[in-house]
């Protein structure tokens, strides 16, 4: 049995920006510009956050609309969204996620709690952040013995 490394609640950005299925993919870009994000959870009823349906990335905007020369303004979250979703719960850990995302082939995961609300997304440089100190801190363990040793042997 593996040890329980870092929980996915704690990596997960909590302010996650929302579409309903109806918002136009040109809606969608904008909105993404606007806040400074790559992707938008689609929503049934953007008011509550229960059961999120899908989520749209900057890549579906342009792979599936721009690139074969659709109109985005004409195109809504729903007709593009990925289904069926990938999510995460806060207790999963780091290796849960990546499992998640090698799954599904995406990069990011909405989290939901236990009654299925949205309560954050996780994306793959999170996890790297994350990752990355944990690998740190081997790396200072092993300096730390290789010091020790050093001293040892004058």
């Known amino acids: ?14 302010d996650v920006v929302t579409v309903t299925p109806q ?3 040109a809606e969608c870009a904008q909105i993404m510009r606007n806040q400074h994000v790559g992707s938008v959870v689609v929503l049934d009823d953007k008011g509550r956050r229960d059961k999120p349906s899908g989520i749209v990335t900057d890549r579906d905007i342009v792979i599936e609309t721009v690139a074969v020369a659709l109109d985005p303004a004409t195109l809504t979250a729903g007709d593009v969204m990925s289904q069926p979703l ?6 999963d850990d780091i290796l849960d996620a990546l499992a998640k995302m090698r799954e599904f082939g995406v990069r990011r995961l909405p989290m939901l709690d236990a ?3 949205l309560t954050g997304l996780v994306a793959v440089d999170n996890l790297l952040e994350a990752l990355a100190e944990q690998v740190d801190s081997v790396v200072r363990v ?12 004058r």
């Not at 049995?1 to 909590?14: F, N, T």
């Not at 990938?86 to 207790?91: I, S």
């Open 1 to 14: 049995m593996r040890a329980k490394s870092v929980r996915i609640g704690d990596l997960a950005v909590r």
């Open 23 to 25: 918002t136009t993919l």
């Open 86 to 91: 990938a999510t995460v719960r806060e207790d």
């Open 115 to 117: 009654a299925g609300n």
């Open 142 to 153: 092993l300096k730390a013995e290789q010091t020790k040793e050093t001293v040892t042997r």
